[in-house]
């Protein structure tokens, strides 16, 4: 019986993904974490295997199961998440999920820390790394397509326009995290796309996506890729 054959538009380019929160340690025993579940990543990451790239996954402590055919580099910090996408380069396509924590505490407690009669712990915090825009403006390494997301909770568009350009990636993916939208945890996500290339007198022109499941916007961002590359290749 003859099945006629799976599309694998992405056959032979190389996808590397960050997703999930980052865990910024306070002491052997606490952290700072975010609400990211990694779902959207995770669904990005099969797609993107399905359309038939070598896809490697690089995930923060998130409760799912690794996808199938994807090598998965599991990581905490912010620092670690960079570590691993520095060693995953060079790829044709980077596309980073990841809810990264902005901040990290200072200086790690070796022990943990104990309540005093001194009052509460200053906990000190330091900026991490912008792993996006390390990458995006990498010289010699770049890839040729890298997607951000821009995750808010007001003022989405104004703000996405402005990460577009701050952190030099080419697609933004916007979406509304405030409470109410459920997209933290959830299994929906309202999306609109960014692209640096629609740029016009000044302006960026945005593509609004109905209401869809985490797979299905994984699966539209993935058939936009591999259109981006018929009509360009990279
Ligand atoms: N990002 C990253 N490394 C960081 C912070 C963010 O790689 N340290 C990436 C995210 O994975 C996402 C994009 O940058 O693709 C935007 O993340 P977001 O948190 O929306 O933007 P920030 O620049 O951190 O700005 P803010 O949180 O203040 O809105
Ligand atoms: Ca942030």
Not at 15 to 25: K, M, N, R, S
Not at 73 to 83: G, I
Request: proline residues 8%.
């Amino acid at each position: 019986l003859l099945r006629p054959p799976v599309p694998r538009p992405l056959a032979g380019k190389r996808v590397l993904i960050t997703a999930g929160p980052t865990h910024e340690p306070i002491d052997p025993v606490r952290y700072i974490a975010n609400r990211s579940s990694g779902k959207q990543g995770f669904a990005i990451a099969a797609a993107a295997q399905a359309a038939g790239a070598e896809v490697i996954l690089v995930s923060g402590p998130v409760d799912l199961d690794d996808p199938a055919g994807v090598t998965v580099r599991h990581v905490e910090s912010a620092r670690h998440m960079l570590e691993q996408v520095e060693a995953a380069l060079p790829v044709d396509i980077a596309i980073f999920a990841a809810a990264v924590a902005d901040w990290r505490v200072a200086s790690e407690g070796a022990q943990k820390l104990k309540k005093t009669s001194a009052g509460m712990p200053p906990l000190q915090l330091v900026e991490n790394p912008d792993i996006l825009a390390t990458i995006s403006k990498m010289k010699d390494k770049r890839p040729p397509l890298v997607i951000g997301f821009a995750a808010e909770t007001e003022h989405l568009i104004d703000n996405a326009k402005a990460k577009l350009k701050r952190k030099g990636c080419d697609w933004i993916v916007a979406n509304d995290v405030s409470p109410a939208t459920g997209v933290m945890g959830g299994d929906r996500n309202t999306v609109h796309l960014l692209s640096k290339n629609s740029e016009k007198d000044g302006d960026i022109a945005v593509d609004s996506w109905p209401v869809m499941t985490k797979e299905q916007v994984a699966t539209e961002l993935v058939t936009h890729i591999a259109k981006s590359l018929a009509d360009k290749p990279l």
